[in-house]
């Protein structure tokens, strides 16, 4: 079981900047892929970035790749993401979440793919 807890969101002018952290529990957090979602209102979720269990492994979707990073310290058992040059347009509950499969070459990209979940934290930007 992991159970893992966001931090870091809030309210930030466009063009700003954001570092999201996601601290996990349990000591094979190194071994899990790992993923970033948001949902706004009214809108399903959908992906944002994931990373693999190594970290030498990123993805991004579209709308985000060159503004976000996603990185992890798996000393820390925690995962990142730098969110920079924010637009109204990334306003969501971003959650992380943790994929099952230990040490797996495979990095998931769908929110179905996740099996632990945690309960998200709210960012807005203004305009």
């Known amino acids: 079981q992991v159970q893992l807890v966001e931090s870091g969101g809030g309210l930030v002018q466009a063009g700003g900047s954001l570092r999201l952290s996601c601290a996990a529990s349990?000591?094979?957090?190194?071994?899990?892929?790992m993923g970033w979602f948001r949902q706004a209102p009214g809108k399903e979720r959908e992906f944002v970035a994931a990373?693999?269990?190594?970290?030498?492994?990123?993805y991004y979707a579209d709308s985000v790749k060159g503004r976000f990073t996603i990185s992890r310290d798996n000393a820390k058992n925690t995962v990142y993401l730098q969110m920079n040059s924010l637009i109204p347009e990334d306003t969501a509950v971003y959650s992380c979440?943790?994929?099952?499969?230990?040490?797996?070459?495979?990095?998931?990209?769908?929110?179905?793919?996740?099996?632990?979940w945690g309960q998200g934290t709210q960012v807005t930007v203004s305009s």
């Open positions: 979440a943790a994929d099952p499969r230990l040490y797996s070459h495979y990095v998931p990209l769908r929110p179905d793919e996740y099996d632990y």
């Open positions: 349990g000591r094979t957090f190194s071994a899990y892929a």
């Open positions: 990373i693999s269990w190594r970290g030498s492994s990123t």
